[in-house]
């Protein structure tokens, strides 16, 4: 640039758009064929699967997206202090140019060259970890691609993340899904896993014995010693398939982002665990979950409502006393009693869980 800032020009081949779109027709077309003829093919929906990375690729052809991803990003991240977006020139960036601040660093290929370069794998494999669960379970938006090509590692020990155009968004619910799909995972917990199997297939009904038997053999693979994405999932597609299983687009594109991730930082560091780094943020993760139900009408909702189910509870607790006082009575009326109380006891837990959260929401804000 005129005032010295050395930067990266990124250019789009002339006519790539129209051969892309022709491409795109023929695997859609193709897609429509198989799943025509084979009942097996239609349930793992690949017409659907092509139709989003249609969108995604058509996307990243636009390069003012990429600028407003790394923008995005960037803001995202701003309390990684070791994580670098390059800054997007917008004077001289449009739909077939790009122009960014250049950045030095190193590929994370080789842990030998890292280390002569005073950089140390550990400390890059810890950053990364962080800097994809923060992302991905925080921030809802994250690098969908995040292969060695696409970032760098930064003197002090620092990351950078590069080619933008491709960035998946996950949604709080799926945040959720995916943490305690995670932890079930972890905890050898294989109904916690197969609940969340039966979440997201989009297979139809799928009979619970078909889950227990994929999840049970998740857990007995996975559920204990160093969480490695990339073994993970390479058992855990093939069981889904095995029992009939489909898995959501975005589901897909998750994993991908992740087990990518996962690779790049256990090649440059083979005693990376990823459910350490997962230990490490567990607070944070909780916090977040928080401070966005304060910052929607969610937590006012639930605070409404508990005010008027709490109205209710003097009634409730009357009638489960003058139960328990009255004369025996017949097994049936024990039950309306056991469901009195009970019905008290989730009243009266339910108002302390909700009090004790708006009293933390209050804090944090």
């Known amino acids: ?123 890059i494999a810890a950053l990364g970890a962080e800097l994809v669960l923060e992302m991905v379970l925080v921030n809802g938006r994250f690098h969908a691609d995040p292969h060695p090509g696409n970032l760098l590692c930064l003197q002090g020990n620092g990351l950078a993340l590069l080619d933008l155009g491709s960035v998946g968004f996950v949604s709080p619910r799926r945040q959720h899904e995916f943490l305690t799909f995670i932890l079930a995972l972890r905890s050898g917990d294989p109904g916690g896993v197969a609940d969340m199997l039966a979440t997201w297939s989009e297979s139809g009904e799928v009979p619970r014995e078909k889950l227990m038997r994929a999840s049970e053999r998740l857990v007995s693979r996975h559920g204990t010693g160093a969480l490695v994405l990339n073994a993970m999932v390479a058992d855990f597609f093939p069981l889904l398939r095995q029992e009939g299983l489909v898995l959501p687009p975005d589901l897909v594109l998750i994993f991908k982002a992740m087990v990518t991730m996962d690779g790049v930082l256990s090649g440059i560091a083979p005693d990376f665990d990823l459910s350490e780094a997962l230990g490490r943020m567990r607070g944070k993760l909780i916090a977040s979950r928080l401070q966005r139900l304060a910052a929607s009408d969610k937590l006012e909702t639930a605070l409404l409502e508990l005010s008027r189910v709490a109205e209710e509870a003097p009634r409730f607790l009357r009638a489960a006393a003058a139960r328990m006082e009255a004369p025996p009575s017949p097994p049936a009326r024990d039950d309306a009693t056991a469901q009195a109380v009970r019905l008290a006891g989730w009243l009266v837990g339910g108002a302390v869980v909700l009090h004790a959260a708006a009293q933390l929401l209050v804090h944090w804000t």
């Open 1 to 123: 640039m005129k005032d010295g800032t050395e930067v990266v020009v990124k250019i789009r081949r002339p006519g790539i758009r129209a051969r892309m779109e022709a491409d795109l027709r023929l695997m859609r077309h193709l897609a429509a064929l198989a799943e025509a003829r084979s009942a097996m093919v239609r349930r793992m929906k690949p017409a659907a699967m092509i139709e989003q990375l249609g969108r995604e690729i058509l996307d990243e052809l636009d390069f003012t997206n990429e600028g407003r991803n790394a923008d995005l990003l960037r803001a995202d991240l701003a309390s990684l202090e070791r994580v670098t977006v390059p800054r997007i020139h917008w004077e001289w960036t449009g739909e077939q140019v790009l122009v960014m601040d250049y950045v030095e660093g190193i590929p994370p290929r080789d842990p030998a060259v890292l280390k002569a370069a005073a950089i140390d794998p550990s400390r």
